[in-house]
Nanobody, 124 residues
């Protein structure tokens, strides 16, 4: 069973930076991890869950408009890890950030895993 564990959240002042990490355990190998599309979502109090960014198995990336130019997603398949570098943070970035991994198996089944979340608070 794959487990995702996020870390790196915390309290930061507006304009500051944080780097989130999400490590996958229970993956057969780094080459297997490389097959997952990896996502970062966030949920602010009173809001619905929001897709922040994703990175595909071949390294393609997509960002929500409100984080473009400020956030960068990357992956290290050898370490079974996906990162979210967040710069120029704003109070509206305050949320719980979740890591999500999805893979479609050769038989067509969907494998779908979520982390427990890490709190990011942007406040002076």
């Amino acid at each position: 069973q794959v487990q995702l564990v996020e870390s790196g959240g915390g309290l930061v002042q507006p304009g500051g930076s944080l780097r989130l990490s999400c490590v996958a355990s229970g993956v057969a190998s780094g080459s297997m991890f490389s097959l997952y599309t990896l996502y970062w979502y966030r949920r602010a109090p009173g809001n619905q869950r929001e897709l922040v960014t994703l990175i595909t198995d071949n390294g393609g990336t997509t960002y929500a408009d409100n984080v473009k130019g400020r956030f960068t997603i990357s992956r290290d398949n050898a370490k079974n890890t996906v990162y979210l570098q967040m710069n120029s943070l704003k109070p509206e970035d305050t949320a719980v950030y979740y890591c999500h991994a999805v893979r479609i198996t050769p038989s067509g089944d969907r494998e779908d895993y979520w982390g427990q979340g890490t709190q990011v608070t942007v406040s002076s």
